[in-house]
């Protein structure tokens, strides 16, 4: 947590963020498409070393990393990368809270306290 953001700046990365979590999805959803191919790899590897996956896994998972380190130096808290789950430091009456935002919404309009998590979201 070494930034707090405003509601303004949160607000502003938002763009950014979509771009970068439908990265990560992408990627996370080709992981586990070749998850079987690359078991039975595994599982075979004393015979033939290796799968035809290996390469392109190896990209996907680079591609994968490098997005969801982008994210995280932006300052942005990364809670759930299948719903695309965010929060961003704020300072909220003199404490530390995080603002939440989610993939499929428009705009930061929710925060809670760090220890409530999304079940404790509140209008801003």
Do not use: T
């Not at 039975?40 to 680079?62: M, N, P, T």
């Amino acid at each position: 947590m070494n930034r707090l953001f405003s509601l303004s700046e949160a607000n502003s990365l938002i763009p950014q963020l979509k771009v970068l979590l439908a990265k990560v999805q992408a990627a996370k959803r080709r992981m586990m498409e070749m998850k079987p191919h690359l078991e039975k790899a595994v599982q075979a590897h004393v015979y033939d070393w290796g799968s035809r996956f290996g390469c392109e896994y190896v990209g996907i998972l680079d591609a994968f990393q490098l997005a969801v380190h982008d994210i995280e130096e932006l300052g942005v808290v990364i809670k759930d990368l299948d719903l695309g789950l965010c929060d961003f430091p704020h300072q909220r009456d003199g404490r530390v809270v995080y603002l939440c935002w989610k993939q499929d919404e428009k705009e930061v309009a929710w925060w809670h306290d760090l220890d409530s998590g999304f079940a404790g979201r509140q209008p801003v």
